[in-house]
């Protein structure tokens, strides 16, 4: 009988398929189902060791478990190595295994587990000794008589020395000559004010690390004043023992790093002066004022250029003079030269000290409006500024009266 509608079909029974299964097939796919899963406890047990390992591994490193090279003395011959800024107690006793200072990196930082002085230890560079054992090169190392004295340039200050009565003042020069001095088996040893200065008129620019931007205008100044301003107001951390060139040339390229921070190159886009010429400016500023009168005196330089009017800074007479006065003669005034503002328009043909990162900005952003005079009238360095010639005069009058110069 035809059943069309499905009333006499069972709903559990799928007739598209048989009823009975191929015991092969079934077979095969029960090993196959048997492979799977046993793969699948190896891939399990794999990993469960490997993390079982690792974990102990891990704990024997934690707690010290296990054996690590150390010498057993103070050290042999001299040793100089460099911490840099920011790094970790881990990363100060690779650097000391690299140098041959302890036998393992390990040493060092089971050492300094017993000294808590060991996290604080400075960016710089520390006269050591080859093969110490971890504990006596932590304790050498949080010695303040191990690390070399940084190089600390104030704004203002000049390449070379200057003379004030019975005084010098010492320049970058004689700085860097002081933080050069190394002790080698005993004996001190350090370069000369006369051979950095040497090495600075005589070597190629490139080879100082003069950067990009100002390549041109030292190439054309004088030797003795090319370096000028290049290295800006800091510290400046000088590796001794090294060569005249090389110890210049970590200085200047440590100063272009922080010149960029300061905005040059990068600030100056819109300033309508080129890099170098911003980087005289404040020098300029840096000179002739106090911080809180720097964008003041910036606008000055600029309304006075713009003009153009000569600048006539005593600053820049008294820097070729190698004089620390404030004023100068009649005398100097009128005598010719490319550092003579007075006479010769324009902007010096270099910076005549080092830079702050303040007076760079005040360079690059000045205050606005129409001065174009200003003179020292308070005791505390306080400049007082005008817009017109009598306004100048009546304030010059009252600061020589008042005793401030």
Request: with cysteine.
């Amino acid at each position: 009988m035809s059943d069309d509608l499905g009333l006499f079909t069972d709903p559990d029974v799928d007739e598209r398929r048989p009823v009975k299964r191929d015991r092969r097939e079934s077979s095969a796919r029960d090993k196959a189902k048997k492979r799977k899963k046993t793969v699948l406890w190896l891939v399990v047990a794999l990993v469960l060791s490997v993390g079982l390992g690792g974990a102990y591994y891990g704990y024997r490193e934690l707690r010290g478990i296990g054996s690590f090279d150390d010498y057993a003395g103070s050290g042999e011959a001299d040793a100089i190595v460099e911490v840099q800024d920011g790094e970790v107690v881990s990363q100060i006793a690779s650097t000391l295994y690299d140098n041959g200072v302890v036998a393992s990196a390990r040493a060092f930082i089971e050492a300094a587990k017993t000294d808590q002085r060991a996290t604080t230890i400075q960016p710089g560079f520390y006269l050591m000794k080859t093969k110490m054992s971890g504990a006596q090169a932590v304790a050498k190392m949080v010695d303040p008589k191990t690390l070399v004295p940084a190089v600390q340039i104030v704004g203002g200050l000049k390449l070379t020395d200057i003379k004030v009565g019975d005084k010098v003042v010492k320049g970058i020069y004689s700085q860097l000559a002081d933080a050069s001095c190394t002790a080698k088996d005993g004996v001190k040893k350090c370069l000369t004010f006369d051979e950095i200065k040497a090495a600075a008129e005589q070597t190629d620019p490139v080879a100082l690390g003069v950067p990009d931007w100002a390549l041109a205008d030292v190439k054309r100044a004088e030797p003795e004043y090319r370096l000028e301003g290049l290295i800006m107001r800091g510290v400046y951390q000088v590796k001794p023992g090294v060569s005249a060139v090389e110890l210049i040339r970590s200085v200047v390229v440590a100063s272009a790093q922080k010149l960029a921070g300061a905005g040059i190159p990068g600030g100056t886009v819109n300033t309508g002066f080129r890099p170098y010429e911003i980087l005289v400016i404040s020098s300029l500023i840096e000179k002739e004022a106090i911080e809180k009168d720097f964008t003041k005196v910036s606008q000055v330089i600029y309304n006075r250029l713009k003009k153009p009017m000569p600048l006539q800074f005593d600053s820049t007479i008294n820097y070729k003079n190698n004089q620390p006065h404030i004023r100068t003669s009649d005398a100097d005034r009128d005598r010719p030269g490319p550092y003579n503002t007075y006479l010769t328009p324009g902007l010096t043909p270099t910076p005549i000290g080092s830079p702050s990162q303040q007076a760079i900005a005040a360079a690059m952003r000045p205050e606005g409006g129409d001065i174009l005079y200003f003179v020292k009238c308070q005791k505390d360095g306080t400049s007082c500024f005008a817009t017109t010639r009598e306004e100048h005069d009546a304030n010059d009058e009252k600061a020589r009266r008042e005793g401030v110069y």
